[in-house]
């Protein structure tokens, strides 16, 4: 193919000359013989049925202009192709290209996810996003219907969140509820003694107070989500890439503000994609760009330029996306919750839910900061259940005493060190970069929601349907914190 | 006029043409065998038109929208109490009385049409049987009926499966809950065991405990017992 074409000159040059042929006094006679069989050779191999063929096949590589270009394919990703496809103003408007570097999704976050979705939040907005949510997995089949395929089970399991809370905590709980009931979301307040009626299986010593999810809460099957959305995005028109993108282009624009401070303003006017396990790249010409990398949109927004800067400035703020483990455990424990056991997350910190109908369970537990472990890698570490998952759930549900681990996983969450909430919307100064990610958990029950709002930005240029000015970047240079009363 | 405190049943009409599957028209939930024999004109016209494609997809969408308009208009004139599709005379005349029983049997109510039977607080038994829209979801929208209800049946609903089933424990007054013909849920013996030890006033009807288990073969010693009893 291309390494061919090389190898002929690019075309130009059929007739070159061996090293064979130079040096040595050979007579031109015998000099001559080579070169006519070096010619013969090369004419043979032009001719049709020979090895030349200046034409090579590109179709692995992603098309040359792209209006959009949404660098990373999973699910929030995806969520964005669905919604600008959905949303455009004529068929076939836009051009969609979603390059994703890794088509297995080994180390996705949206497939390594234990698949839950809740509202009990305390920030309005994202209350409101997993609303939207809720109501968009309900009606999935409506939502992304294709012409002759079958519908999809999203295998959901409508048990609800359990929040338990201490003392300490019980005030912020309350106040929490109250803001999750205001937006619309069914969640009931428990005291310790309805909670032991319930529940019979839970100790309660320690809690003051608990709060539960009657509806639109549970967990769901992510990968029959992105298979879904991929197959109604590829309906639509959307093209996909299998390659890693290596570099932006930009032009810039030297402005001055009302004040009369000089600015840069950046366009990314080209995309390099690179193919796997090749030197091969192909410049994309887009006028749009989707960083939806998930733990990676930090080094896809560093290549763009974000951050480079000297720090306290606009251009010096980075976008602080970074990779971290989390490990879920699968464990069989005969004598456990029965078939009612929402995902119950303790004051600890530790989660667990059960999987099926044979008494397995799986959870976790998110470590605390000194103590994570290094994202190199996702191997599983089983000491850190035996030392700090075990422990709180033995106390908190006491079958859990007797179990056995049958496996673990881990996955990355694309953690956003400054406030552990989402980036949406576009970057002050690259103006046609917009960003999907740094979700910190709560990417996958979150991306319906969120993926409509970054089509209505792109397409209208503000959000509609749900306000989620809060979640720009430039809260990261003003030091405005969009931060969750975390229950202790 | 003091009328006695009758509790009335509720029967939806039957809809014979309007239990049409979403898919129905693409053929898609028909089993692989009958796809590739009966492919429609327009089937095989989408495959070579792109237009045509287009066309399918907005008859889809149609249909779809169809299934909700029909439960919007049911819940306008939800009741249908005679066989003959006609209001008894006397039905205007008891806006006070407690609807303590609702039959939608084989009807399109999807979770949307559930909301009206949410409004009835005294609402004692709910057949929703052969209920083609019903799925687990709509078995989640229940909760509010907890205080109330008491029978409850979902023989032959093609969507429920045990994960909706485990969500009825909000509903600790039921005392009879049919769930036999369920072809969603995986294990029916091993959800009904599971589903009592969840609802344990209720009596279980419809799975069978054997159900699910594999038929032991002949040459067994006899003194094996029959299927546990807990």
């Known amino acids: ?488 | 006029m003091a009328a006695p405190r009758t509790s009335l049943r509720l029967v939806a009409a039957i809809w014979s043409g309007s239990t049409r599957g979403i898919h129905g028209l693409g053929g898609a939930a028909a089993p692989e065998g009958s796809q590739k024999k009966g492919k429609t004109l327009l089937q095989f016209l989408s495959d070579h038109f792109y237009d045509v494609e287009f066309l399918r997809e907005y008859l889809l969408q149609r249909q779809m929208l169809k299934v909700h308009q029909e439960n919007r208009f049911q819940n306008k004139e939800w009741i249908r109490p005679d066989e003959r599709g006609r209001f008894p005379l006397e039905f205007s005349e008891f806006p006070g009385v407690p609807v303590e029983a609702v039959d939608a049997s084989g009807c399109a109510i999807n979770y949307d049409g559930l909301d009206n039977v949410l409004l009835l607080k005294e609402l004692r038994s709910l057949s929703l049987r052969r209920c083609p829209n019903v799925d687990d979801w709509c078995l989640s929208h229940l909760h509010p009926l907890a205080n109330s209800l008491q029978e409850l049946s979902l023989a032959g609903c093609p969507h429920v499966s045990e994960r909706g089933l485990a969500c009825l424990h909000h509903l600790q007054n039921l005392r009879r809950l049919d769930i036999s013909d369920l072809p969603a849920v995986s294990n029916p013996g091993l959800t009904r065991i599971l589903v009592e030890e969840m609802l344990p006033n209720c009596e279980v009807v419809g799975a069978d405990w054997a159900q699910g288990l594999n038929s032991e073969p002949e040459e067994q010693p006899q003194d094996r017992a029959s299927p546990v009893h807990v």
Request: hydrophobic share 35%.
């Open chain 1, 1 to 488: 193919m291309l390494r061919r074409a090389l190898r002929l000159g690019g075309g130009r040059g059929l007739v070159t000359r061996g090293p064979g042929s130079r040096g040595g006094g050979s007579t031109p006679g015998k000099d001559w013989d080579g070169k006519v069989s070096e010619i013969k050779k090369k004419i043979q191999s032009i001719l049709p049925g020979g090895a030349w063929n200046p034409l090579y096949d590109t179709s692995h590589l992603p098309p040359e202009h792209s209006d959009v270009v949404i660098v990373g394919g999973g699910v929030l990703g995806l969520s964005v192709a669905y919604w600008l496809k959905k949303l455009e103003k004529r068929r076939g408007a836009i051009r969609v290209l979603v390059v994703e570097r890794d088509h297995t999704y080994s180390q996705a976050s949206t497939v390594l996810s234990i698949g839950g979705i809740h509202q009990q939040f305390s920030v309005p907005e994202n209350i409101q996003l997993s609303l939207f949510s809720a109501s968009f997995l309900r009606n999935i089949n409506e939502y992304l219907a294709v012409v002759d395929a079958p519908p999809l089970d999203l295998q959901f399991n409508p048990l609800g969140y359990l929040l338990l809370a201490s003392e300490k905590g019980a005030a912020t709980m309350e106040s929490n509820v109250r803001v999750q009931r205001q937006e619309g979301a069914k969640v009931c307040l428990m005291s310790p003694e309805q909670l032991r009626n319930k529940f019979p299986w839970i100790n309660t010593e320690g809690v003051a107070l608990a709060s539960y999810g009657m509806e639109n809460e549970g967990w769901f099957d992510p990968w029959c989500l992105l298979q879904g959305l991929r197959r109604k995005v590829q309906s639509m028109g959307v093209l996909f890439c299998q390659g890693e993108v290596t570099r932006f282009v930009s032009s810039s624009n030297h402005m001055k503000t009302t004040s009369g401070t000089e600015v840069t303003l950046k366009r990314i006017y080209e995309v390099h994609v690179k193919m796997d396990h090749s030197l091969e790249y192909q410049p994309v010409e887009c006028a749009i760009v989707i960083n939806a990398a998930g733990a990676w949109s930090g080094q896809v927004a560093e290549l763009a330029g974000i951050g480079k800067g000297p720090p306290g400035t606009l251009q010096g703020t980075r976008l602080p996306v970074e990779p971290r483990k989390r490990y879920v455990y699968l464990w069989h424990c005969p004598q456990g919750p029965g078939l009612e056991a929402p995902l119950v997350t303790d004051i600890s910190g530790a989660y667990f839910r059960r999987e099926g109908l044979g008494n397995n369970y799986l959870g976790g537990l998110s470590p605390p900061e000194e103590e994570e472990p290094d994202p190199g890698n996702l191997e599983v570490d089983y000491g850190f259940f035996q030392d700090k998952v075990w422990p709180p759930l033995a106390q908190r549900v006491p079958a859990f005493e007797t179990l056995k681990v049958r496996s673990a996983w881990a996955g990355y969450n694309d953690y956003n060190t400054f406030d552990q909430n989402g980036v949406v919307g576009p970057h002050p100064l690259v103006v046609n970069m917009y960003f999907a990610a740094g979700f910190s958990g709560h990417g996958l029950q979150q991306a319906p929601g969120v993926g409509r709002a970054v089509a209505e930005m792109v397409l209208e240029g503000h959000f509609q349907t749900i306000d989620l000015s809060p979640f720009l970047f430039s809260r990261f240079y003003l030091g405005e914190k969009i931060q969750e009363q975390v229950i202790i």
